[in-house]
């Protein structure tokens, strides 16, 4: 369906700080916005938690035709469990693994790419290709799959998505060809989400929402967050629907008209994130108390 497009995914981050470093000085993305909130989203966005949290979008470019990351951090986590649900992003970028080399950060070569790790344990394969400067950087991103005949059958028939490429062990799929694809790969057993689970997100029309919904529910498939509009002080109202694929992965479809001024480049983003990370002192003080919470 050309008329829905790839967003961003959402990581959950324990050590702001390391992981804003990483994403723009190695993989050298840029911020695109960033905000900060005193309680939890209506919509999960954070996880499941309820106190005070940011949220920084930070990719090669607009998420209006680039697929970018969304950085949650919850004051007062420092860590989340992994699970083995994400198992990467992919990235056409020699010029990151020559940038992580230079600063020493860890590199691991494996034939035509590198796998550099995010503070968490995020992980990005890194094509050894000049990075694009007249597209998008980011090729896809990869979540493991417990049955791949059933998470095909799901993103293809429900989620209304074109499958690219199928092997036995894999399956690639997209919305265009120009976009960011996600790949589905066997996982050989069971998907574990743990604490660190993560959320991919995607724009259809606002009327095509409770259709999406309505889909799902006829299908007996999970809904996380039926249909709702959220709210943004000074500036869009967003509809959106959450919903969760055959192991649990989960998929956040948002209203395109709205998105698309909410989700508008902040030449201020950059400014923002730095003057929360100088006030947040919160490591002092868990420091003090015994250090933070794992999640």
């Known amino acids: 369906m050309a008329s829905r497009r790839a967003l961003h995914f959402v990581y959950k981050i324990g050590d702001r700080k390391a992981t804003a470093k990483f994403y723009r000085e190695i993989l050298g993305m840029k911020v695109l916005r960033h905000e900060e909130f005193d309680e939890g989203c209506k919509a999960s966005c954070n996880g499941p938690y309820d106190g005070k949290w940011s ?129 589905l790969q066997d996982s050989g057993g069971a998907v574990n989400h743990a604490k660190a689970f993560g959320r991919i997100a995607f724009a259809a029309p606002g009327g095509d929402l409770p259709g999406i919904e309505k889909k799902m529910k006829e299908a007996s498939q999970t809904i996380l967050t039926p249909y709702l509009s959220l709210d943004t002080p000074g500036k869009a109202t967003v509809q959106v629907v959450i919903v969760a694929d055959p192991d649990g992965h989960e998929i956040c479809f948002v209203g395109d008209e709205g998105f698309r001024q909410l989700s508008e480049v902040d030449p201020k983003g950059e400014a923002l994130l730095r003057e929360a990370m100088e006030k947040d002192k919160s490591e002092e003080w868990f420091a003090k108390k015994g250090g933070k919470a794992a999640a």
């Open 55 to 183: 949220k920084t979008m930070i990719g090669y470019g607009p998420e209006d035709d680039h697929f970018v990351c969304e950085l949650t951090y919850n004051y007062g986590v420092s860590q989340y469990e992994m699970g083995n649900d994400f198992l990467g992003m992919h990235i056409d970028s020699q010029e990151a693994v020559e940038r992580a080399r230079k600063s020493g950060w860890p590199v691991k070569d494996e034939g035509g790419h590198s796998v550099l790790e995010a503070p968490g344990g995020y992980k990005f394969i890194v094509a050894h290709k000049p990075q694009p400067t007249d597209k998008d950087p980011v090729q896809c991103v990869v979540l493991a799959s417990s049955s791949l005949e059933k998470s095909v059958a799901y993103w293809r028939d429900l989620a209304g998505m074109t499958v690219y490429k199928q092997t036995e062990k894999s399956a690639t799929l997209g919305y265009s060809d120009s976009q960011a694809k996600l790949m």
